[in-house]
């Protein structure tokens, strides 16, 4: 009787845990309505440095017609990926070099952050590809490394070594807006973030259980700047002190049994902070803890704004 008794609890409260997991994502960032309109800028480049190391990272939003999201989204072996719905697609790529290594990721997602598809090229000290084609129940991975030296250093769609394979989302997972980390770039520029507080979630894919990443709002920095703004033809220096908006970013796993290993911003795992413009919803800064080289900052040298 114990026994059957303890493992009912234990049931009912899966069960009540799932219902809320729900009703929080539902609440917080099902569906949310994004406006490509609000997005100001298009390209930003960083850059930091530390023990003689140099980081760059550049960023680059694109709005593409479905019709040529279609076109650039791979097939799946079986069943169907996901086809964009909205009329345009925010393709964002991040290209990412430290150490050593460089990273190239390139995310097409909808206006409300949904991913259809997430490839990404790993350079340098290792040499790795991999896409994630998103379906409606799972998502389809197209691994690929270089199978012998005369393959390193030759294109990814050259290699032999293929691991395809499949990885299942829960009931969970389907219910709610997937993404991926790279959109967080858009997110920012679209979102009403404003004042302390103010706070925008993004659902993270992860293997082992989607992550919930909020950026929240804590308060507002006096920052020296001094980057280049680009806006067609022209370009001018921006240096000066501007009231900054500080932000952290907080990961959660949405499953109960879920965890954090994996989740990476950047490279940046613990601690991660970031200083925005409010009035161009701009990254100014991100700063946090990078994998065998500790708390590293970069910071924005140049903007180029939308027409």
Request: proline share 3%; net charge negative; no cysteine.
């Amino acid at each position: 009787m114990k026994l059957w008794m303890m493992h009912t609890y234990s049931v009912v409260q899966k069960i009540i845990f799932t219902v809320f997991v729900l009703f929080f994502l539902t609440s917080t960032s099902y569906a949310s309505e994004y406006s490509t309109d609000n997005l100001k800028w298009s390209d930003l480049k960083y850059s930091g440095s530390k023990f003689l190391m140099s980081m760059n990272t550049s960023v680059s939003v694109e709005l593409i017609s479905d019709t040529q999201t279609v076109k650039e989204l791979i097939m799946t072996p079986e069943g169907e990926g996901k086809v964009p719905t909205s009329n345009q697609t925010v393709k964002v790529s991040v290209q990412n070099k430290v150490i050593g290594s460089e990273t190239d990721f390139t995310v097409w997602v909808e206006p409300d952050t949904t991913v259809l598809q997430r490839t990404s090229i790993y350079g340098g000290i290792k040499e790795w590809y991999r896409t994630y084609r998103f379906m409606d129940d799972k998502v389809f991975s197209d691994k690929r490394k270089p199978a012998k030296s005369s393959e390193e250093g030759k294109p990814w769609d050259t290699w032999t070594n293929k691991r395809p394979g499949f990885y299942a989302l829960d009931e969970v997972e389907q219910g709610i807006v997937v993404s991926e980390s790279e959109a967080l770039f858009y997110l920012i520029g679209v979102a009403d973030l404003e004042k302390k507080g103010d706070q925008v979630t993004l659902n993270v894919y992860d293997r082992s259980g989607v992550i919930a990443a909020t950026v929240k709002v804590i308060g507002t920095k006096k920052v020296a700047v001094d980057y280049v703004v680009k806006q067609g033809d022209k370009s001018s220096r921006v240096n000066k002190k501007i009231t900054a908006l500080e932000l952290i970013l907080e990961a959660k796993p949405i499953k109960e049994d879920g965890n954090l290993e994996e989740f990476k911003f950047l490279g940046y795992k613990d601690d991660i902070r970031m200083l925005i413009n409010p009035e161009l919803n701009t990254i100014l800064q991100i700063s946090g803890s990078i994998e065998y080289v500790g708390e590293v900052t970069i910071r924005l040298d140049e903007i180029a704004l939308k027409p």
